[in-house]
C-alpha cells in the first residue's frame, strides 16, 4: 500500500476514535443533567431531606444498571424492565426506601433481592459496607459483573433465598427488602440489630402492598409503621 494511502487511513481512524470518545462524553453530560433533575423534580420536591441520600442519587450513574434496550429511560419517574420477569424500581421509590433506613458511614446493611444493583450502590455511597442476595442465578451473574466494572467493591453479592438473610455476616443495622413478601421473614428479624431499622413491603403478590418500616426496639419488641402503598414483584421462595 502505498504510504500516503496508510497515512490517509491513519488519519480517518484517529478522527473516527476521537468523534466516539466525544459522543460517550456528550452522552455521560447528558445523563448527569437528567439525573439532577430527577433528583430535584421526582425527589426532593417529593419531600426527601437525607443530603447523603440526595447526594448518592445524584452520583451513581443509574443507566448503566438498566438494559440498553430501555437506556433512555433511565432517568424518567417509573420502574423499568431488568429482564427475568424482574425490574429496577422507581427512583423515588429507592430514594424512600434508602432514607428510612437512616444509615450512616459505619453501617452494615443487608438488601435481599439485588435485581439489576442499583439500589446497592445507592446504599453502598452512604453505607460502610453492603450484603446483598438475588435467587436469579443469571441475574446475580450478571450484576456482579456491572458492580465490579464500576468498581463497587464495598458491595458483596451473594446467590440465594435472602428470606433466610445472610446469617454468617449479621447482625446488620438495617435490612432493606426489595420484593414483596407476604409476612416478615423470621430470619430477617433475627438478623437485625436491636435499634436496627427493616423496611419491606408486606402484602400479595401482583397487588397492591404495604411499604413498612420496622424498628427493633429490643429482642422481643419491635415496632412497625406504615408507610405507603407499594407495587413490588414478589418475594420468590425456593
Ligand atoms: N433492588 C433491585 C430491585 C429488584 S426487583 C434493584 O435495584 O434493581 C426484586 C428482585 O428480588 C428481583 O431481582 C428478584 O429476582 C429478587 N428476589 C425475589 N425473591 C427473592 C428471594 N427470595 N431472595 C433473593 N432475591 C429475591
Redesign the pocket.
Known sequence: MPSNKKYFICIIFILLLISNLACAQDSETKYKKERDWMVKIQIENRGIKDTTVLSAMKDVPRHI?VPKLYRMFSYEDRPLP?GYG????QPYIVALMTELLKLNKDSKAL?????????AAILSKIAKKVYT????EE?HIKTNKVLEKAGYDTIKTKFG???YGWEECAPYDAIIV??AAEFVPPPLIKQLKIGGIMCIPVGPPFRVQNLLVITKKSEELLETKVITQVRF?P???K
Open positions: 444498571f431488568i424482574q425490574t429496577i424500581s438488601e435481599v433481592g439485588t435485581g439489576s444493583g442499583y439500589q442476595i438475588e435467587i436469579i441475574l433465598d435472602g428470606y426489595t420484593c414483584v418475594l420468590i421462595r
